[in-house]
């Protein structure tokens, strides 16, 4: 735990807890959300191949969960954590331009 509390700049035992806490509640709460969306546009694994469904809804999943994360995070006190997180994810995937700050 020592080394990921020292890779995650992260001073305290509770913080470290508390984002561990965050994820586990946003991945539980993108798949949750999912499930009506699905619904809502029409893909339901009673009438689509599962082939489909799955795959469209590990889609949806993603980008719930990354507009979720910070909340969550927020709400758990760990919202600069989880900020700096994301920006640093969706960089790696080339969304960089969005965080770049003009001089």
């Given at each position: 735990?020592?080394?990921?509390?020292?890779?995650?700049?992260?001073?305290?035992?509770?913080?470290?807890?508390?984002?561990?806490?965050?994820?586990?509640?946003?991945?539980?709460?993108?798949?949750?959300?999912?499930?009506?969306?699905?619904?809502?546009?029409?893909?339901?694994?009673?009438?689509?191949?599962?082939?489909?469904y799955w795959p469209l809804r590990i889609l949806l999943i993603f980008p719930i969960y990354q507009?979720?994360?910070?909340?969550?995070?927020?709400?758990?006190?760990?919202?600069?954590?989880?900020?700096?997180?994301?920006?640093?994810?969706?960089?790696r995937l080339g969304f960089g331009f969005l965080f770049k700050k003009e001089d």
């Amino acid at each position: 735990m020592e080394k990921l509390k020292q890779r995650w700049n992260i001073e305290s035992n509770w913080s470290l807890a508390a984002i561990f806490i965050v994820f586990s509640i946003n991945g539980s709460f993108a798949a949750w959300v999912a499930k009506p969306l699905t619904n809502f546009i029409g893909l339901n694994p009673d009438t689509v191949s599962g082939f489909i469904y799955w795959p469209l809804r590990i889609l949806l999943i993603f980008p719930i969960y990354q507009l979720t994360l910070p909340i969550v995070g927020w709400l758990f006190g760990q919202f600069k954590f989880f900020w700096a997180f994301e920006k640093k994810f969706l960089s790696r995937l080339g969304f960089g331009f969005l965080f770049k700050k003009e001089d």
